[in-house]
C-alpha cells in the first residue's frame, strides 16, 4: 500500500541534500558547535526575514516562550493571557517561571485567540498577553494590540508554527515586545533536531535575552543574574540557513495544496475547510479541516486504512488537561476550544505532495461520506 504521510522529512531532505551536506561538513571541519559564526548570520537572516531588528538563537521553542516571558516580567504568582487551544509548551513555559495561565477562549473559524474575550480577563496580575498563531495563521493582532496597549501589557507572539505569516502585510513576529519561533523538524523550517528563536525591535530586550541564554552572562564568568542553559547549535543553524532560502517557496507550495483541497473539499457538505481572514496569509503548517463530532474519528481510521496519515491537533485543551486541573476549569468553560478538540483533523499538506496523492486524499474523504449516509 502506498502511504502518505503527514509529513515527509526525507523528501525534503533529498532536494537539499548536497547544500545541507555540505554546511554540515564544514562544521565538522571547525568543530565549532555551541553558538558560532552560523549562529550569527543565521540571526542577523530570520531578522530580516521577519522584519525585526534583532534576533536571538535559543535552545527551542519552548525556550524561546520562557525566555521572553522571563524578560517581560513573569514569575511567581503572575498572570499571562493565553489560548487554551495550542501545544503544552504554550502555557508550559508560563507555569515553569512560577506564572499562571489565565485560558481565553478561540475564534471557531481562525482557531485563534479571541481579542473579544480578552479584557475580561486583565487584572492586576497580568503580565503578557500571548497569542498563538495556530496552524501558520496569524492571531487578529489589531484587536490584540489595542488591548493590550490600553492596558499597558506586552504582547509575545507563539510564532512556532507561523513563521512567514503576514497579517496586513506585516510578518508574525514583527508585532509584540517578542516573536518565538520554533525550530522543531517538524516545523515549516525545521532543523536536525531541537532550536528557536526570538525575535523584537527593542535593544534592551535583545541584550538582556542574549544573557540569559547564556546563564546570565554578558561577559564571560561575569553573571549579572541567573540565566539558562539556551543556545542555539551552530550545526543546526548551518542546517538552517539552507533551509530558509527554500522557506518561501516551500510556504507557496503549500498554499498551492491547499488551494486544491479547498477547491476539492469544498463541494463535500460534511467538510468544513479551514477559514481565512481577508487581511491574512496562511503559510499551512498545518491544513485543518472540521469534520461532525460523531463522524471524526471515523474519518481518521478510515484514511489510516487506506495509507494515509492524518491528526488531530488538539484532543485535549489544555485547561482541561490533569497538569491544570488545579485551576479549576471544567468542561463547558471555554466552548470553542473544546468542540475544536472533538471536530478537527489535520491532513497532509507539506509542500512535496503529488497531484495523484492530493487527488487520493480527496477521494478517500469523499468515499468515506458517500459511506456514511
Not at 68 to 95: K, Q
Not at 143 to 169: F, M, N
Not at 202 to 224: D, F, M, Q, T
Not at 360 to 368: G, H
Amino acid at each position: 500500500m502506498h502511504r502518505i504521510p503527514l509529513l515527509d522529512l526525507k523528501v525534503q531532505y533529498e532536494s537539499i541534500k548536497h547544500d545541507v551536506d555540505k554546511a554540515i561538513e564544514a562544521i565538522l571541519d571547525s568543530q565549532n558547535f555551541i553558538l558560532g559564526a552560523e549562529v550569527a548570520a543565521f540571526e542577523q537572516e530570520i531578522a530580516s526575514y521577519c522584519d525585526t531588528k534583532y534576533a536571538i538563537g535559543v535552545a527551542s521553542g519552548t525556550d524561546a516562550l520562557k525566555l521572553s516571558l522571563r524578560v517581560a516580567g513573569a514569575g511567581r504568582g503572575d498572570e499571562v493571557i493565553i489560548s487554551p487551544f495550542t501545544f503544552m509548551a504554550t502555557a508550559g513555559a508560563t507555569s515553569e517561571l512560577g506564572a499562571i495561565p489565565v485560558f481565553v477562549d478561540i475564534d471557531p473559524k481562525t482557531y485563534t485567540i479571541d481579542p473579544r474575550l480578552i479584557e475580561a480577563k486583565i487584572t492586576k496580575k497580568t503580565k503578557a498577553i500571548l497569542p498563538v498563531h495556530l496552524y501558520g495563521q496569524c492571531a487578529d493582532m489589531d484587536e490584540v494590540l489595542s488591548v493590550a496597549q490600553k492596558h499597558g501589557i506586552p504582547i509575545i507572539e507563539d510564532c512556532a508554527q507561523a513563521i512567514g505569516a503576514t497579517y496586513d502585510g506585516k510578518k508574525a513576529g514583527s508585532f509584540g515586545f517578542t516573536g518565538a519561533i520554533s525550530f522543531f523538524p517538524s516545523k515549516n523550517l525545521g532543523a536536525f533536531g531541537d532550536g528557536g528563536m526570538i525575535v523584537t525591535d527593542e535593544e534592551n530586550v535583545y541584550k538582556r535575552l542574549k544573557a540569559l541564554r547564556v546563564h546570565g552572562s554578558a561577559v564571560r564568568y561575569i553573571h549579572s543574574e541567573l540565566g539558562y542553559n539556551s543556545r542555539l547549535d551552530n550545526l543546526q543553524a548551518a542546517v538552517l540557513r539552507v533551509k530558509l532560502r527554500h522557506l518561501d517557496a516551500w510556504a507557496k507550495a503549500r498554499q498551492e495544496n491547499a488551494n486544491f483541497f479547498n477547491a476539492e473539499l469544498s463541494k463535500i457538505k460534511d467538510v468544513t475547510i479551514p477559514f481565512v481572514a481577508s487581511h491574512n496569509s496562511h503559510v499551512y503548517h498545518q491544513y485543518v479541516i472540521r469534520v461532525d463530532r460523531t463522524k471524526r474519528d471515523a474519518l481518521i481510521a478510515h484514511l489510516e486504512q487506506s495509507g494515509i496519515e492524518a491528526r488531530v491537533y488538539y484532543p485535549i485543551p489544555l485547561h482541561l488537561q490533569e497538569c491544570y486541573r488545579f485551576l479549576g476549569y471544567k468542561k463547558g468553560d471555554l466552548p470553542n476550544s473544546e468542540k475544536a478538540a472533538d471536530t478537527t483533523i489535520a491532513l497532509p499538506v507539506y509542500p512535496e505532495l503529488t497531484l495523484p496523492d492530493k487527488k487520493f486524499i480527496v477521494n478517500t474523504i469523499r468515499e468515506f461520506f458517500e459511506n456514511a449516509r
